[in-house]
T-cell receptor, first 113, second 111 residues
Framework: DTGVSQDPRHKITKRGQNVTFRCDPISEHNRLYWYRQTLGQGPEFLTYFQNEAQLEKSRLLSDRFSAERPKGSFSTLEIQRTEQGDSAMYLC???????????FGPGTRLTVT | KNEVEQSPQNLTAQEGEFITINCSYSVGISALHWLQQHPGGGIVSLFMLSSGKKKHGRLIATINIQEKHSSLHITASHPRDSAVYICAVAYSGGGADGLTFGKGTHLIIQP
């Protein structure tokens, strides 16, 4: 297994457009996390899944954001009607259970113009 | 508010120096992570610990649960250690199961 992968690595979009990112976790990991990181700051938690169930959503996750993990494997994060404030690095991580190491993907850098 | 504080924010040192980065947090945790982030964004997990001390090569991480404090040490530092080091905690007692991150310590090791 080659680790956590994310696609695309970079996305430039115009304000108001919808974007979707994909995360493929390490195959045997049941937990999948989405984080957002803006320049000069540490990452911030957005949401996580245990298998296909979305168990927690941060207050940062407005109604324009939706995440899915339909078969408990890969996950998608969609942002509707993007705003300039959505520009950030979106990071995905996976782990086997709560108290285990999280493995991070390379991130998707979103720029909203 | 559950916060994670790191110090220093920036650190420049000469090759070979012993490096210490500190992390403090405000409430009980189930685990603390030290992460390394290189330019370009990739994050690598260095340690996950809930008590005591762990060592991997030139890196040592310690945690004091009573004082809510952890340190990351780098011995015989090298320019390739230059990166942002991030402390993150998983809080116990309910709430978000995602990690809460510090802002990171930007380390530069000069040859």
């Amino acid at each position: 297994d080659t680790g956590v992968s994310q696609d695309p690595r970079h996305k430039i979009t115009k304000r108001g457009q919808n974007v979707t990112f994909r995360c493929d976790p390490i195959s045997e990991h049941n937990r999948l996390y989405w984080y957002r990181q803006t320049l000069g700051q540490g990452p911030e938690f957005l949401t996580y899944f245990q298998n296909e169930a979305q168990l927690e959503k941060s207050r940062l996750l407005s109604d324009r954001f939706s995440a899915e993990r339909p078969k408990g494997s890969f996950s998608t994060l969609e942002i509707q009607r993007t705003e300039q404030g959505d520009s950030a690095m979106y990071l995905c991580a996976s782990s086997m259970g709560l108290l285990n190491e999280q493995y991070f993907g390379p991130g998707t850098r979103l720029t909203v113009t | 508010k559950n916060e994670v504080e790191q110090s220093p924010q920036n650190l420049t040192a000469q090759e070979g120096e012993f490096i210490t980065i500190n992390c403090s947090y405000s409430v009980g945790i189930s685990a603390l992570h030290w992460l390394q982030q290189h330019p370009g964004g990739g994050i690598v997990s260095l340690f996950m610990l809930s008590s005591g001390k762990k060592k991997h090569g030139r890196l040592i991480a310690t945690i004091n649960i009573q004082e809510k404090h952890s340190s990351l040490h780098i011995t015989a530092s090298h320019p390739r250690d230059s990166a942002v080091y991030i402390c993150a905690v998983a809080y116990s007692g309910g709430g978000a199961d995602g990690l809460t991150f510090g802002k990171g310590t930007h380390l530069i090791i000069q040859p």
